[in-house]
């Protein structure tokens, strides 16, 4: 019979760890609301959506073995600009080209509004002010640990920067590794600053996010608060000046680890969760993840590690199947430990964390 923790307990527990760090999954936002955080994949909610009058298009993700819309539609971007050195009789390949790559834009940008609020103002006051309180065990001035997410959306960084009630202070670390440099105060967007503040960063987006968008030789951050642009309008503008935003979205945790290594920021995050892990003194808890097959290349830095403690949420009865899979898969990790630096399995109810305040 496993036992299975309040998350009061759990904190209890953790401590007498010097941090407590936190790796969250979609379960997060799916606790926000349920209604438009279940998806499970842009790619697959896409195809369902917004592929039907684009086949071609839809077939070239097929052609690359991948579901990351970038790789498709620069590769049409590329092919259009490369069939006219070839010959003078494509000028409708062509134009069809552009227009498949324009309109797969739109369905990853419009994929991205459908299961998104526009604005903070959305989620209620009381909702976010009951997820920082839940952040304060993670990131406050006593713990100083770090968060983790695997999400793409936004919820984890409104949280975050959200100002509290006036008769609660929290006072959360929520460096998230972003700010302006000193020539560029009247800009629209804030930058990753690299590795030369990464001791100060708390938030980690381990397979990017909807705010982040790839410039080349910047990584920048757009967000509401700071344009007050919706979503939508922002992702467009920023795809139109040849932007995309920073997604790991494919399918195998090797092709995800693939595309981390290439990406300095996504590097960082990756390397810094695993030196986390490596720390003899610090506490893990994972919450709203199921600990699939597809995010290995993550969860594989636990059983390397010598982090002696984790906790994992389970939501709803611990004998369900997807329950049972978790625990299995949490045991594995532990048998996998080096004897030197065993590792400590614990579980919590998710729905006692009440990590939105009540519904």
Known sequence: MTEILTFEDAIEQSAQYRKRNLLLGNGFSI?????????????????????????????????????????????????????????????????????QAEELKTALVRTIADNHPDIPNQVAEERFWACRRFLAYFLNGENDGRVYTLNYDLLLYWAALHDDPEEEELALSVNDGFGRDEDEYDTD??????????????????????HLFDAGSELKKYTWVNTGVP??????????????????????????????????????????????????????????????????HILDKIPKGKVPHIFV?????????????????????????????????????????????DN
């Open 231 to 296: 979503l939508l309008d922002q992702a467009r503008a920023a795809m139109g000046q040849g932007m995309f935003p920073l997604f790991v979205a494919e399918g195998t945790s090797q092709q995800k680890l693939a595309k981390i290594k290439h990406s300095a920021y996504l590097y960082h995050s990756y390397k810094s969760f695993s030196e986390v892990m490596k720390q003899k003194d610090q506490a893990l808890f994972i919450y709203g993840h199921s600990l699939a097959e597809n995010d290995k």
């Open 189 to 210: 967007y804030v930058t990753w600053q690299g590795e030369n503040n990464a001791r100060d960063q708390r938030l980690h987006y381990l397979h990017g996010a909807i």
């Open 313 to 357: 949420s389970l939501y709803g009865n611990p004998d369900e199947n997807h329950n049972k899979a978790i625990i299995q898969t949490a045991h594995r990790l532990k048998s996998h430990r080096h004897e030197r630096f065993p590792l400590k399995v614990s579980f919590y109810d998710a729905a006692s964390v009440n990590v939105w305040g």
């Open 31 to 99: 606790a926000c609301n349920p209604t438009i955080f279940t998806y499970g994949s842009l790619y697959e909610q896409a195809k369902e959506t917004h592929f039907e009058d684009i086949p071609e298009a839809a077939k070239l993700f097929e052609v690359f073995d991948t579901k990351d819309f970038e790789v498709v539609i620069r590769a049409l971007e590329n092919a259009s600009k490369t069939l006219p050195v070839f010959t003078t009789k494509g000028t409708t390949i062509t134009n069809k080209m552009q227009q």
